[in-house]
């Protein structure tokens, strides 16, 4: 398989005009093996290396792609923070309205959660209290039995991941034109 072929197909169609142009780099490499009969008075106007490649051409595809990614990449550098700094926004939001009692409905007991509220209420400002609340995160994250509670009830994360999906500054930047 050539490489050319490999990596269009290995580009998302989205973010296709933000990649190298491949086709046009190697059409200005093949174009300029095909100018065999370039006279000596050519040659002497055009700066070319040794092998008969047009440098300046090649050096100015080169930079317009080279700028493409920087860009593309800054671009999606600043959502990431931007996106970021709301999830930790959501996730305090989440905190805050954790230390409330559960609704009835909910698989975790009123006892488990005020004897886990006061212990990082009493912990907090300690290091003790930041492991606490690390190792709750870690239990999260690594399935822990907070997990195991949540699994048969995560409809809500699948509607948050549409929400987030469907928002219109995330469709701008993903699918832009």
């Known amino acids: 398989m050539k490489f050319g072929k490999t990596l269009r197909e290995s580009i998302l169609k989205e973010w296709r005009f933000y990649s190298v142009d491949y086709k046009a780099m190697k059409g200005c490499l093949k174009s300029s093996e095909d100018d065999g009969g370039v006279s000596d008075s050519d040659y002497e106007n055009c700066p070319r290396d040794g092998q008969g490649v047009n440098v300046e051409e090649f050096m100015s595809l080169y930079e317009t792609s080279k700028v493409k990614i920087t860009k593309f990449y800054e671009d999606k550098e600043q959502w990431a923070c931007g996106y970021m700094t709301t999830l930790e926004e959501r996730v305090e939001a989440l905190r805050e309205t954790s230390s409330c009692p559960p609704s009835p409905g909910s698989e975790t007991s009123p006892e488990s959660a005020t004897s886990d509220s006061s212990v990082v209420s009493s912990l907090e400002g300690d290091d003790v209290g930041l492991r606490v609340t690390d190792s709750k995160f870690r239990e999260i994250r690594h399935g822990g039995s907070f997990r195991r509670k949540m699994s048969s009830n995560c409809a809500w994360l699948k509607d ?15 699918y832009a034109k």
Do not use: P, S, V
Request: charged content about 40%; aromatic content about 20%.
């Open 160 to 174: 948050e991941y549409r929400r987030g999906g469907e928002a219109k500054h995330f469709q701008k930047f993903i």
